[in-house]
T-cell receptor, first 112, second 115 residues
Framework: GENVGLHLPTLSVQEGDNSIINCAYSNSASDYFIWYKQESGKGPQFIIDIRSNMDKRQGQRVTVLLNKTVKHLSLQIAATQPGDSAVYFC???????????FGSGTRLLVRP | DVKVTQSSRYLVKRTGEKVFLECVQDMDHENMFWYRQDPGLGLRLIYFSYDVKMKEKGDIPEGYSVSREKKERFSLILESASTNQTSMYLCASMSRTIPGANVLTFGAGSRLTVL
């Protein structure tokens, strides 16, 4: 949404640099995790997912890292571009087969 | 391209009015969801439906009801809108075919302002 980022932590990066967005998840039973990207005025869009039997998964310019010991998830974006400016949410499945628990989000700002 | 379509992007209603938010998906998904999104609070689940005419309460169902008469359509109803229901409402759907892989596809959102 337009004002979803008003009270969010913000990460500001220079265009071309790498970005790392962090997320602490809450439920030890979670075994599936997703990163979503939400641009202004749009709904969240799927970026990448990872299962708990993995600790790293790579996509196109994005990498997700999972540390189950400390319940931490991160999203790395290589060579950040202006089009990457958005709010990023992590989500976990908890102990449900069809519900997701969302984090509160991080806003990424890319400086030209 | 698969889609979740929310019929209204922006609505302005008065306190006490009945409000309908409509959502349609073209992916033949069994599961549909309504979330609200507020600054700093992330996405909170209001209701979800796992089949036609089936519904379950999410985390914040108070003040809302839903209707799922057809597989592709899931409606959120505010029986008597209040100012604290001013928010962004997001509809989503999910296939049941991949157990444990809860990938939600979202609509663009409906921003509701209650005066």
């Amino acid at each position: 949404g337009e004002n979803v980022g008003l009270h969010l932590p913000t990460l500001s990066v220079q265009e071309g640099d790498n970005s790392i967005i962090n997320c602490a998840y809450s439920n030890s039973a979670s075994d599936y995790f997703i990163w979503y990207k939400q641009e202004s005025g749009k709904g969240p869009q799927f970026i990448i997912d990872i299962r708990s039997n993995m600790d790293k998964r790579q996509g196109q310019r994005v990498t997700v890292l999972l540390n189950k010991t400390v319940k931490h998830l991160s999203l790395q974006i290589a060579a950040t571009q202006p089009g990457d400016s958005a709010v990023y949410f992590c989500a976990e499945n908890g102990d449900s087969s069809y519900k997701l628990i969302f984090g509160s989000g991080t806003r990424l700002l890319v400086r030209p | 391209d698969v889609k979740v379509t929310q019929s209204s992007r922006y609505l302005v209603k008065r306190t006490g009015e009945k409000v309908f938010l409509e959502c349609v998906q073209d992916m033949d998904h069994e599961n549909m969801f309504w979330y609200r999104q507020d600054p700093g609070l992330g996405l909170r689940l209001i209701y979800f439906s796992y089949d036609v005419k089936m519904k379950e309460k999410g985390d914040i169902p108070e003040g809302y009801s839903v209707s799922r008469e057809k597989k592709e359509r899931f409606s959120l109803i505010l029986e008597s809108a209040s100012t604290n229901q001013t928010s962004m409402y997001l509809c989503a759907s999910m296939s049941r075919t991949i157990p444990g892989a809860n990938v939600l596809t979202f609509g663009a959102g409906s921003r509701l302002t209650v005066l």
